[in-house]
């Protein structure tokens, strides 16, 4: 089993920053890819960011490129998603996932065992 718990969402005017973790606990951290999803009210949960088993490969939604960035700390057992020049669009509960069964980073939701609880994000214009 794996829990995962995220942190660091909250309220914050367009084009500041937020970081989100999520902190891993349970099987060995360092053996999954971890992927961050978002799910706006009325719409389905999408695709964020990804980071591969190693921490050497990423992979991000178009929505999202240049303006978030997603890394891993082993040692610490957390992924982190550092969002800047957030827009109102980008306004969701974020949600940290563990795929244990790849390698690479991915954005394919079914690839996902395990999900934290969530954070909300919110963004005020």
């Known amino acids: 089993q794996v829990q995962l718990v995220e942190s660091g969402g909250g309220l914050v005017q367009a084009g500041g920053s937020l970081r989100l973790s999520c902190a891993a606990s349970g099987r060995t951290f360092s053996r999954y890819a971890m992927g961050w999803f978002r799910q706006a009210p009325g719409k389905e949960r999408e695709f964020v960011a990804a980071?591969?088993?190693?921490?050497?490969?990423?992979l991000y939604a178009d929505s999202v490129k240049g303006r978030f960035t997603i890394s891993g700390d082993n040692a610490k057992n957390t992924v982190y998603l550092q969002m800047n020049s957030l827009k109102p669009e980008d306004t969701a509960v974020y949600y940290c996932?563990?795929?244990?069964?790849?390698?690479?980073?991915?954005?394919?939701?079914?690839?996902?065992?395990?999900w934290g609880q969530g954070t909300q994000v919110t963004v005020s214009s």
């Open positions: 996932a563990a795929d244990t069964k790849d390698a690479i980073a991915t954005g394919f939701l079914y690839r996902y065992d395990y």
């Open positions: 980071i591969s088993r190693s921490g050497g490969g990423t």
